[in-house]
């Protein structure tokens, strides 16, 4: 052990550009099934010390490791890369390890809840299946004819452009969950299917874009969409969600006439 | 505190329909979004003309009698102008509404009353309308002549 880490942990409040700590309340929304509570949901609130550099992520670690172990969510990297940690803090859909605490107002207390219109199984985790589902159903992979080239599919950096806003999306699934639209019956392909979509039928490399177009001109595709551009500000990779949408919207009606 | 999820029982899960319904697939949905856009330009174009022709020009409001909307219907030239717009704003609107109980409206069971109401009045508003506009006769036979458009009495 180095003796940094040896230093007793009061001085760290006094020194030189040391990081404010605070105190933080989470209000988080529970579900327990088997616990007392039965299948009703509940608020539980916790308190714990955090830092000026401390993520929501961070205090649900915190609370999970020192004060309630029954306490679930998910994370896998915890670095906004994975897509896991998806949930509604103070009512806008976020990621927990990419918000500061010092972000949403840690003066008042702090409400995190599951993301909307997935069903819940415990607490902050949701079934992602309906999600996967539709993200499925739009073929996420390369589709060619022909005979494979010996080397790389070349492309223009210009080709490359058209698609790139697209690629970025981590299926965390934010954006779907906050689209008023997924809330009422789930029946929407939602946001994140429709971007992952755009992603190869703008992709001068597929030849896939017919069936992808067919497939979203669904009375459950495209057409539902009403740009209220929740997803776009859902989004945590800074996708023009609600733009990608309304391009597959125009790609169908040209094809249609 | 505790309000109850609706994760349990009373939704079905999301996407759960598309499995054994047949599908949903079709150009309806893209035509009916185009209608919107087409129908509402038109729209805003027949709606104000109308409303400048019956309020603004000549005495203004206050020249709409009975004598006036004969004047205008006996004219095939007005007669489509409110055909049309009767029949584009009927579909618009039944369409919108059409597609807000889509968005609102979370039992298959409100959905379904909910349409057959909106097609009803629908029909009922579109083929009254439409009637009226075409058998309107300008010069009933005992009405009296100041009530009349200047046409009936010739």
């Known amino acids: ?45 916790y308190t714990v010390l955090a830092h000026g550099t401390d993520r929501v992520l961070d205090a649900l670690h915190k609370i999970k490791w020192e004060h309630d172990g029954s306490l679930t969510f998910r994370r896998s990297c915890a670095h906004g890369i994975c897509g896991s940690d998806a949930v509604r803090i103070n009512g806008r859909n976020r990621l927990a390890c990419k918000t500061l605490l010092k972000d949403v107002n840690p003066d008042k207390p702090i409400t995190v809840e599951p ?4 069903p819940v199984i415990k607490d902050l985790v949701v079934d992602m299946e309906p999600f996967f589902a539709s993200y499925r159903e739009i073929m996420p992979f390369l589709i060619t004819t022909g005979n494979e080239p010996s080397k790389e599919r070349l492309q223009s950096a210009e080709q490359r452009e058209r698609f790139d806003d697209t690629t970025k999306c981590i299926l965390c699934a934010a954006c779907t969950s ?22 190869f039928i703008f992709d001068s490399r597929d030849e896939g874009a017919t069936q992808r177009l067919e497939i979203l001109n669904d009375k459950e595709g495209v057409w539902r969409c009403r740009t209220t551009f929740n997803c776009t500000e859902a989004c945590p990779r800074g996708i023009e969600v609600t733009k990608a949408i309304q391009e597959v919207k125009r790609a169908m009606i040209t094809r249609a006439f | 505190m505790a309000t109850s999820t609706r994760t349990s029982s009373s939704l079905a899960a999301p996407r759960s329909r598309s499995v054994g319904r047949g599908t949903t697939r079709g150009n309806y949905e893209l035509y009916s979004w185009v209608f919107m ?16 022709v019956n309020l603004m020009v000549g005495d203004g409001v206050k020249a709409i009698d ?3 909307v004969g004047g205008k219907w006996a004219s095939p030239f007005w007669q489509i ?37 909106l097609y009803t009045a629908f029909v009922v508003v579109t083929v009254l309308g439409t009637l009226v506009i075409f058998t ?18 010739a």
């Open chain 1, 1 to 45: 052990m180095t003796a940094t880490l040896e230093a007793p942990a009061g001085d760290e409040q006094t020194e030189v550009g040391a990081i404010p700590s605070f105190e933080v309340t989470l209000k988080i929304r529970r579900y327990s099934p088997e616990s007392e509570h039965g299948d009703e949901a509940y608020w539980d609130e």
């Open chain 1, 115 to 118: 993301i909307k219109g997935l």
């Open chain 1, 178 to 199: 906050s689209c008023p639209v997924f809330w009422t019956d789930g029946q929407y392909f939602g946001p994140a299917a429709i971007v992952n979509a755009h992603r």
């Open chain 2, 37 to 52: 856009r087409a129908s509402g330009v038109v729209l805003v174009v027949l709606v104000f003309a109308h409303l400048f």
């Open chain 2, 66 to 68: 009975f004598a006036f």
């Open chain 2, 81 to 117: 102008w409110d055909l049309l717009m009767l029949w584009l704003a009927m579909i618009h609107g039944t369409n919108g509404v059409r597609t807000i109980i889509n968005d609102y409206a979370e039992r298959d069971g409100t959905r379904l009353v909910l349409k057959l109401a």
């Open chain 2, 136 to 153: 309107f006769d300008p010069c009933p036979a005992d009405a009296p002549a100041n009530l009349l458009a200047s046409f009936c009495t």
